[in-house]
C-alpha cells in the first residue's frame, strides 16, 4: 500500500488514527477498565459494610459477656444469702433450726429465754404474690429481761440474720426488784425467718444459684443420659 505524500493526506490521516486511539481507549474504559473499576467499588463497599457488622457483632459479643459477668456476681451472691441467711428444715422440721439461732443468741450476750413455740403451718404469701418463691416462719419468743437486755438481744438477733423480721413486740411491766437489780419485764416478740416454699426442692434452688457453665453441663448431661436411654 503506498502511503500519501501529500502534506492534507497525511494531516487525514494521523486525525483518522488519533480518532482510533481515542476510541480504543474508551472502548477499554467502557467495556474493560470500566466494569473492572465498578465491581471494585462494590468489593470495597461490601468489605466496609461486612467490617462494620463484624465490628457490630463483637461489640454485641463483649456486651453479652458483660451481662453474664454480672450476671453470675449477682447469682453469687444470691447464693452466699441463701446458703447463710435463709432457713433450712432439719429432718423436715424449722424448730430445731430455729431455737437453737434463739438460744444460741441468748447465750451469747447472757440472757434467758422462758419459752418459744412455732407458729404453724409457716405463712405463705397472699394470692395475688403466689408467684413468690418464699415462705415465712415464725417463732414465738418469751423471757424475762431488763430494758438493757432486750435491746441487746434483739439487736444480736437480728445482727446475726438482717432478713429475720422480729414483730409483735411486748413489754408487760412486772415488780420491780432489789434496787442493785436492773428490773425485769415479761417480754414476748415473733421471730420470722424467710424460708422456700416447700414446693422449691434443694436440687431447683442449687440450680437456680449455680455458674452458667455448670448449668450447661448439667444440661448437656441431662441430654447424654437421654440418648443412652434410647439406644
Known amino acids: 500500500m503506498k502511503l500519501p505524500v501529500g502534506k492534507r ?16 481507549i474508551y472502548a477499554a474504559i467502557q467495556f474493560g477498565i470500566g466494569p473492572q473499576l465498578t465491581k471494585y467499588k462494590k468489593a470495597k463497599a461490601e468489605k466496609e459494610n461486612l467490617a462494620g457488622k463484624i465490628d457490630e457483632a463483637w461489640k454485641e459479643i463483649k456486651k453479652q459477656q458483660q451481662l453474664r459477668d454480672e450476671n453470675e456476681v449477682v447469682k453469687k451472691e444470691l447464693r452466699e444469702i441463701d446458703e447463710k441467711y435463709i432457713m433450712r428444715p432439719v429432718f423436715g422440721n424449722y424448730r430445731y433450726e430455729a431455737e437453737k439461732v434463739i438460744k444460741g443468741i441468748a447465750s451469747n450476750v447472757n440472757v434467758k429465754i422462758a419459752s418459744s413455740s412455732e407458729v404453724w403451718p409457716p405463712e405463705k404469701a397472699p394470692a395475688k404474690q403466689q408467684k413468690s418463691q418464699f415462705s415465712a416462719y415464725t417463732i414465738k419468743v418469751s423471757a424475762f429481761l431488763s430494758y ?40 414476748s416478740f415473733s421471730v420470722t425467718w424467710p424460708i422456700w416454699n416447700e414446693d422449691m426442692k434443694e436440687a431447683d434452688v442449687k440450680k437456680m444459684f449455680a455458674p452458667e457453665e455448670e448449668r450447661a453441663d448439667d444440661g448437656a448431661g441431662a441430654d447424654g443420659k437421654k440418648g443412652n436411654g434410647k439406644t
Open 9 to 24: 493526506e497525511k494531516t487525514m490521516l494521523f486525525a483518522f488514527a488519533g480518532i482510533l486511539v481515542v476510541a480504543a
Open 148 to 187: 438493757e437486755e432486750t435491746i441487746s438481744y434483739l439487736t444480736a438477733l437480728q445482727a446475726e440474720n438482717p432478713y429475720i423480721t422480729v414483730w409483735e413486740l411486748d413489754v408487760t411491766p412486772l415488780d420491780k426488784g432489789p434496787q442493785s437489780v436492773a428490773p425485769r419485764h415479761q417480754v
